[in-house]
């Protein structure tokens, strides 16, 4: 790369069979169509992983990225991507995760790291600078992802970034996740494709520097943008005292908070699950972390200080998984939660996936539909902790019930049957997280038309939430969420996290964002140009899919129970996201973004607009 700033310039590619280490320039053209991060990963993705293979196969790939803004001081820059096709769901998934991996591996000089081919054995890879080796791993397999970091750390330094797999990787099991220190790369079982290739650690350190197009321009705008968030009183007081922990009393009031399984949208316990209590009064508060270049430092440190669980500790919980382990299956004892999450760290689990399949498990016991044999004698009733707990390493090791529920609520309800399909919560086989589609129409699109399936990342709630935008108001919806999916993809794609998004902007591409790229990378950009490129990107993503033969129309849907049973009681009782609204949604939705409104697929004159000319073919085969 000649022309542009703040990139490395360099990808570097490890084939696992063979042992060969190579590293390959990124073109201009590339950097300026696709940005970065997210948009660098599903073009390699799309053009280099052949339709329909196996996820587990030999011929998936791990793309581990960063953004133009990683190793700048761009508040919100600490993190990086994983890309891959998803075992869970069998389609694209791009899964993003904090601390300073995506610093390091800009400053040994890349700009992302592919991961091809398969090991025969365990191994794990140390990247320091242009020393890129392949080790052996099994002294470190079967080792938790905490204790495995820990032990390479000893050997070569504790100055790496490192990431890892634990078990359920090891095992494949399909909700698996990648952990970097504490931070997951959670969603869709991107740790049970680095355990298909045997890789069980990555670890990086690097000395070189991040050269950016405006030093001055820059360190100035980033401390504007760090004042901004200061006199906010999310960015500046809410998310460093309590991170995203104050959020379960907050959504509960708004009667948008999910409860077992989703049966109800008020939890009785929410204050209790929620950081103002467990922290200020229980005395489970233990400091806060933060990520690379982040002047919010929400990574909140709990610790259970007394009873079965004394000393429990993990980063958050985060409100995903305050709902995962804990409303959604009727759970209201925090030292559960606290001990589920460092569990689900420890073992490789994605909490979403995995406290959800659990609630569904939960309410088919309840129903009849599972009894004490199936659950080999664990009572599986909402509110059982311990039954909880059971559960997490019965599916890391595949063991009994946990083979059935490893696959997550599509696959597990399609195995068990006898109508508990109707209450698997999923949108195209991925477990829908803590934001209500119900109560907040521009999710309900926004999980619809996810690329990735029920994510919270492509859709968002910030602005309904809090009111900025009515969420009593339908017409509209659909165009509002190609707005928000145009800045979460454009912010994938430098990679900046979603905690700043109060400061660069809830929906579209706003001046913050061109005035970051210009000042880092140099590029004289318009809105209309960074607008395309996100399209480009989130079009390609859908792209991936519709070869795969899994996306359409017909596929963009929510979980029966959001469209048929409104929510049953309190400020939001009565909402429903019906076949009518979704319909409406999707009309204005496929409008805003040049698809076809029979088929769902971006037509041909839109590829064409965007520079996909390429994938046409592939969308448009001739009979």
Known sequence: MKKYYGYAGKILR???TDKKITKEIISDETARK??????FGVKYLYDEV??????????NKLFIMTGPTEGTTVPG???ACVITKS???NRFIDSYFGGHFGGEVKFAGYDGIIIEGKSTMPVYLIINDDDVKIEDASSIWGMTTIDAQKEVKKEIGEEYATLAIGIAGENLVPMACIISGVNAAGRGGTGAVMGSKNLKLIAVKGTNGVKVADIEGLNAYSLDVIARMKASPGMGRNLPAYGTTGSPKTNNDLGIFGTRNWQQEQFEDAGIISGPYFKDKLGYGDGSNTCLACPIACSQITKVKSGKFKDAITIGPEYETLFSLGSICGNGNIDYIVKGDQFCDELGLDTISAGVTIAFAMECFEKGILTLDDTEGIDLRFGNGDAIITLLEKIAKREGLGKILAYGTRKASEIIGKGSEDFAIHV????????????????AIGYATSNRGGSHQDGRATAERTGKIDRDVIVGKGKYNVEVQRMTTYCDCMILCRMTENAYGLWGITEDHINMLKLITGMDVTEEELVDAADRVYALERAFNIREGIESRET????????????????????????EILDLLLDEYYEERGWDKVTGYPTKETLERLNLEYVINDLYKEN
Request: charged content about 25%.
């Open 556 to 579: 963009d849907v929510l979980p029966k129970r959001f469209m048929e049973e409104p929510i049953p009681e309190g400020p939001s009782k009565g909402k429903v996201i019906t076949r």
């Open 14 to 16: 490890v084939n696992l």
């Open 77 to 79: 820059a600490g993190r």
């Open 34 to 39: 696709y940005i970065g991060g997210n948009g």
């Open 50 to 59: 052949p339709a329909k293979i196996d996820p587990l196969g030999v011929e």
């Open 87 to 89: 075992p869970l769901n």
């Open 428 to 443: 195209k086989g991925l477990e829908v997280p803590a934001h209500s589609s119900r109560g907040l129409p521009g999710m």
